[in-house]
Nanobody, 124 residues
Framework: QVQLVESGGGSVQAGGSLRLACAASGVTSYSNYCMGWFRQVPGKEREGVASISPLYLNYADSVKGRFTISRDYAKRTLYLQMNSLKPEDTAMYYC??????????????????WGQGTQVTVSS
């Protein structure tokens, strides 16, 4: 059974940085998974932040140049380095996984497994 556990959330002032991590367990052939980061605020739909696979790397326009997604295949861990944080980045952040080698995009409906989320709060 695939399990994803996020960590690294917290509170930070605008302009600060945070690094989120997502540890995967129960995964076979981790390198064949498309992994993504998503975020959601109460009352709004979940939105894609970034996604990564061996062939694809995608970012939402709102985070390009500020966030960096990466993954450590040996540790089966996904990361999201968030710099120059803004109050509008405040949200619950989730990591997600989808097996397969197809196109990997940060679109929520395409993912099979989700973590429990980690809260990021950016104050002005």
């Amino acid at each position: 059974q695939v399990q994803l556990v996020e960590s690294g959330g917290g509170s930070v002032q605008a302009g600060g940085s945070l690094r989120l991590a997502c540890a995967a367990s129960g995964v076979t052939s981790y390198s064949n998974y498309c992994m993504g980061w998503f975020r959601q605020v109460p009352g709004k739909e979940r939105e894609g932040v970034a996604s990564i696979s061996p062939l694809y790397l995608n970012y939402a326009d709102s985070v390009k140049g500020r966030f960096t997604i990466s993954r450590d295949y040996a540790k089966r861990t996904l990361y999201l380095q968030m710099n120059s944080l803004k109050p509008e980045d405040t949200a619950m952040y989730y990591c997600a996984a989808r097996p397969g080698s197809g196109v990997c995009l940060p679109i929520p409906t395409g993912y099979n497994y989700w973590g429990q989320g980690t809260q990021v709060t950016v104050s002005s």
